[in-house]
T-cell receptor
């Protein structure tokens, strides 16, 4: 139980285009999901907290207009990287808050912007 | 604020060696403590946790004991395997922060046959 999926697992896009990453809780409902960014050989950096039916809460330094988060249902949150540039290339990981306030992590999405 | 400090990596061991990865924390209250493991190209998986002082979390041969007096949560395994090669993250969750996790820097472990 408590499985979280992400799609796509990897994506390559051209500079200036937008890319959407989906995060789904497959066997439980999650009113709260989190989006992290991980640089090579570094820890996870929390980007934002996504709450179903309301606006996401972004961490300091994260551009809201660049990283659009939508949490339209209890099982789906999306992260859209708008006008992507090579410096946005990274590993993006989501997690969903489950029973007992535990975070269950998705497998991650590798984004490469050329 | 809260913080987690892990021993610097990378750590390289031979198969069947004893493993210790140190983790210390700073928190204002009484946090829950976690170890997560990340295999290459994958997301994080919860390895073990402890929610109060003197609790011992264990899973897959790994153990960690919540030591309030030393504010530590060191990860140990008696005999590592090649399949244990991964990045290990120590993390805490403060009661007052709701569900937010604070992660350490991560420690890369490589086990050679």
């Amino acid at each position: 139980g408590a499985v979280v999926s992400q799609h796509p697992s990897w994506v390559i896009c051209k500079s200036g285009t937008s890319v959407k990453i989906e995060c789904r809780s497959l066997d439980f409902q999650a009113t709260t999901m989190f989006w992290y960014r991980q640089f090579p050989k570094q820890s996870l950096m929390l980007m934002a907290t996504s709450n179903e039916g309301s606006k996401a809460t972004y961490e300091q330094g994260v551009e809201k207009d660049k990283f659009l988060i939508n949490h339209a249902s209890l099982t789906l949150s999306t992260l859209t990287v708008t006008s992507a540039h090579p410096e946005d290339s990274s590993f993006y990981i989501c997690s969903a808050l489950g029973w007992g306030y535990e975070q269950y992590f998705g497998p991650g999405t590798r984004l490469t912007v050329t | 604020g809260n913080s987690v400090t892990q021993m610097e990596g990378p750590v390289t061991l031979s198969e069947e060696a004893f493993l210790t990865i140190n983790c210390t924390y700073t928190a204002t209250g009484y946090p829950s403590l976690f170890w997560y493991v990340q295999y290459p190209g994958e997301g994080l998986q919860l390895l073990l946790k402890a929610t109060k002082a003197d609790d011992k979390g264990s899973n897959k041969g790994f153990e960690a004991t919540y030591r309030k007096e030393t504010t530590s949560f060191h990860l140990e395994k008696g005999s590592v395997q090649v399949s244990d090669s991964a990045v290990y993250f120590c993390a805490l969750r403060e009661e007052t922060s709701g569900s937010r996790l604070t992660f350490g820097e991560g420690t890369q472990l490589t086990v050679n046959p």
